[in-house]
């Protein structure tokens, strides 16, 4: 392949590209979901191919742009007119916590740990489980956040030690989490083991393993998300 075959491939693939991206709609950039995820991969794979694989003839890598171009926009026809396809497609949301507690067995579902809940989290401005009211896992990848409304009082049944001190801390300390006590964060804030049992205890939690999380707020006081099925 000479220099200006090459340069002419690299023009097209560019020129035909942005014409089918213009056509298929802002969506597939705009919310990257399973398909779109697919079809973006597969597109630009397609036309890197008919820019540079001089083994791919001219004709050959325009049909597969186009054909893989209209394959798309049919299946998003059939997206909006379907909701059965659009599940099998894109998923569906799921909420990861609900009333303030966190859904352990739909965070499986959404393959997200708790550390990628915080990130999630935080990229939102909350820093806190405990400011969260609903989390719903969006099928882009995207978390939507329902913050709790008002200063909302928590009862020992509902696993949370209320405080009404100043803050003495400057942002809220993950101190459990998985069910595993985190030594270093509890050291941190000069605090120890037998401190956090004793704020189980007063909770009305008797076992570390019936904790999936907790955390110490900025007033001191401990937050706690109770395990679903909790471990004997």
Do not use: C
Not at 38 to 67: K, P, Q, Y
Not at 74 to 101: C, H, N, T, W
Not at 199 to 221: M, N, R, T, W
Request: charged share 20%; glycine share 6%; net charge neutral.
């Amino acid at each position: 392949m000479d220099v200006i075959e090459l340069l002419l491939r690299l023009a097209l693939a560019f020129t035909v590209l942005l014409v089918l991206t213009r056509i298929m709609g802002r969506k597939e950039i705009s919310q990257l979901t399973f398909f779109n995820f697919v079809s973006a991969i597969s597109i630009g794979t397609i036309g890197g191919s008919l820019a540079i694989d001089a083994s791919l003839s001219v004709r050959n890598g325009l049909i597969a742009l186009v054909s893989w171009a209209v394959f798309t926009v049919f299946l998003g026809y059939l997206d909006i007119k379907s909701k059965d396809v659009r599940l099998a497609i894109d998923g569906q949301p799921l909420i990861v916590v609900k009333e303030g507690k966190v859904l352990e067995n739909e965070l499986r579902k959404a393959r997200l740990d708790l550390d990628s809940l915080h990130v999630l989290l935080r990229k939102r401005n909350v820093f806190s489980l405990n400011e969260v009211s609903y989390a719903i896992f969006e099928t882009d990848g995207t978390l939507s956040v329902m913050k709790k409304t008002g200063d909302q009082t928590f009862t020992k049944k509902d696993g949370n030690v209320v405080s009404n001190s100043p803050s003495v801390y400057p942002i809220p300390t993950t101190v459990v989490s998985d069910g595993k006590i985190n030594e270093a964060n509890l050291q941190s804030l000069h605090l120890d083991q037998k401190w956090l049992h004793q704020q189980l205890k007063s909770a009305g939690v008797p076992s570390i393993s019936e904790v999936f999380y907790a955390e110490v707020q900025k007033d001191g006081s401990l937050y706690i998300d109770k395990r679903n099925d909790p471990v004997h």
